[in-house]
């Protein structure tokens, strides 16, 4: 598993993945500093696990409520646990490229996530 922590707008941004892709992507399409170690507690942990086989890829839905986000369908499963800190959003990606996942879902996750995280801290 990689981890590579982040500061993006004051937010640190741990990434725990199964590739190098999807924290390389974050280097290259956000002004982001990483982090040399996670000596500061991350406010946000993205756990991600690319190339998984879909259980069932044919079904989609979505549920949100103030603790928890679900979204399924044929790409991608993504489940977000808003209560404590950190925050933890896991997905896993069934057919669907590193490059579509980090577009299609995890930067805007990221963008709204950070902003209301800026809003908490009175950035």
């Known amino acids: 598993m990689n981890i590579c922590c982040f500061d993006l707008n004051r937010t640190i941004i741990a990434i725990e993945s199964n590739t190098e892709s999807i924290a390389s992507i974050l280097r290259s399409r956000r002004d982001a500093t990483q982090l040399p170690d996670a000596a500061t507690p991350p406010d946000i ?9 879909s259980p069932n890829p044919s079904k989609h839905g979505s549920f ?34 590193s490059e ?18 800026g809003q908490s801290k009175g950035a």
Not at 100 to 117: E, G, K, T
């Open 64 to 97: 949100q409520n103030d603790e928890i986000t679900f979204i399924v369908n044929e790409r991608y499963l993504v489940v977000a646990y808003w209560r404590g800190h950190p925050w933890r959003i896991d997905i896993r990606s069934y057919d669907c490229s």
């Open 45 to 53: 942990v993205f756990r991600i696990n690319e190339g998984q086989v």
């Open 100 to 117: 579509d996942l980090y577009s299609l879902v995890i930067d805007p996750l990221l963008l709204a996530c950070v902003a209301r995280v």
